[in-house]
């Protein structure tokens, strides 16, 4: 799979949360872009992008409930009515299109009620629409409040979250979280030193043995359930 | 918990602490929660068809 992430960010280098997340990029599959960070848009190139990428990410802080004008500027030039529907071709159709936010506000400040008073999803009414136009696909928003008040144990799990978000199948069931990981364990215990890859392949067997277990009770049940549906 | 469980999150705790890398960790660590997952996934799923084999309706 190829995932383009867009960020848009004026002051990337000061934000913590961005240079986390761009520390937490999967190692391969990924093309990335800041779009604050270019001298102008090239169209032709953006749409080439577009264009290659199987899952499209946009990547921002929340500014007054919605994207940062640089990812508005980059909508309003690449995001050309031929180019996504005017010719009846729809070149995006089908690809999916995720949003990564932060916050700098809690989760529950965005419902009806909180502080905020809106929800992630009203506030990024128009992104979605845009992406029901191009006949693109809207995947369920990773939201990241707070990210100054996160301890260590909530990083690391972040850490894999953004990286499911940006690379694993939807939708994000345990057997598309246990096809992600059966297909990057091989990968990880070449990564480990000498005297841990033992234990780091005796894990894999456990994981790869409870998968196939429950790949089982799933067909026990499904069988079940066929013959008392008679 | 199982003695089991235990056992394979301690190793897994082990490995994901010798990680130089932050994001080396990050995996080992998720994969714990994964499995976990999958533990209460067999389990309930165990308890259905127990539940739907010993149905007094199908007997």
Redesign the interface.
């Known amino acids: 799979m190829k995932t383009l992430v867009l960020v848009a960010h004026p002051h990337l280098a000061d934000s913590s949360s961005q240079q986390f997340l761009k ?2 990029l999967p190692a391969t599959g990924i093309d990335w872009e800041w779009l604050d960070g270019q001298q102008a848009i090239d169209v032709d190139r953006e749409q080439t992008k577009l264009r290659q990428a199987d899952r499209v990410i946009l990547q921002f802080p929340l500014y007054w409930f919605a994207a940062p004008a640089s990812l508005k500027q980059w909508e309003d030039t690449v995001l050309t009515r031929k180019f996504v529907y005017g010719d009846h071709r729809y070149p995006l159709a089908d690809k999916e299109l995720g949003v990564v936010v932060t916050t700098g506000m809690p989760g529950k400040a965005f419902q009806r009620g909180g502080a905020e008073g809106i929800t992630l999803d009203a506030a990024l009414a128009p992104l979605a629409a845009v992406t029901q136009r191009a006949k693109m696909t809207w995947l369920p928003t990773l939201a990241i409040h707070q990210f100054g008040y996160l301890n260590e144990s909530e990083k ?2 972040l ?2 979250r953004y ?1 499911r978000y940006l690379t694993q199948a939807q939708p994000d069931s ?1 057997t598309s ?2 096809t992600w ?1 059966a297909e ?2 091989p990968g ?1 215990i070449d ?3 000498a005297d ?1 890859q033992a ?2 392949k ?2 894999a067997s ?2 790869e043995q ?2 196939a ?2 790949d089982q ?2 067909d ?2 499904a069988l ?2 066929e013959q ?1 549906d008679d | 918990m199982t003695e089991n469980a235990a056992w394979l999150n301690e190793q897994i705790d082990q490995l994901a602490q010798q990680q130089a890398k932050f994001t080396d960790r990050a995996f080992w660590l998720a994969l714990k929660q994964l499995i976990a997952e999958q533990d209460r996934r067999a389990d309930q799923l165990g308890g259905e068809v127990d539940g739907r084999t010993w149905s007094p309706d199908q007997w």
């Open positions: 520390e937490s690391l799990q850490v894999i990286q345990l979280r246990q990981f990057r364990l990880m990564r480990l030193p841990q234990k780091g005796l894990i456990v994981f409870k998968s277990d429950l009770l799933a026990t049940l079940i359930k008392s």
